[in-house]
């Protein structure tokens, strides 16, 4: 499977900005729709942004207007640029891939480590 490392995170205060990074490598699938997804203590895991190999995005209501997400196809690394932090964003940022193997295989997905925003007021 894909490997997906995330970068970016860190401690801001409400108002300010943050640039999250995911890079996937280590395997031959070829990857389809990539996306964002946060996880805040005692919270179910929810969808930020997604985006598709053409370009098509889709966002959560609550970060529509103030989260920009992108792809680099070439570099195989999709992006999350977060503008006017609230502290209600606080949690941990996972990178996530659909793909599949060339030629039609099977879709698979997979996950990041994960990287921690920390929002403060």
């Known amino acids: 499977q894909p490997q997906l490392v995330e970068s970016g995170g860190g401690l801001v205060q409400a108002g300010g900005s943050l640039r999250l990074s995911c890079e996937a490598s280590?395997?031959?699938?070829?990857?389809?729709?990539m996306g964002w997804y946060r996880q805040a203590p005692g919270k179910q895991r929810d969808l930020v942004a997604t985006?598709?190999?053409?370009?098509?995005?889709n966002y959560a209501d609550s970060v529509k207007g103030r989260f920009t997400i992108s792809r680099d196809n070439a570099k195989k690394t999709i992006y999350l640029q977060m503008n006017s932090l609230k502290p209600d964003d606080t949690a941990v940022y996972y990178c996530?891939?659909?793909?599949?193997?060339?030629?039609?295989?099977?879709?698979?997905?997979?996950w990041g480590q994960g990287t921690q925003v920390t929002v403060s007021s």
């Open positions: 996530n891939a659909v793909a599949d193997i060339p030629f039609g295989g099977p879709a698979i997905t997979a």
């Open positions: 280590g395997s031959t699938y070829r990857i389809h729709d």
């Open positions: 985006i598709s190999r053409n370009l098509n995005t």
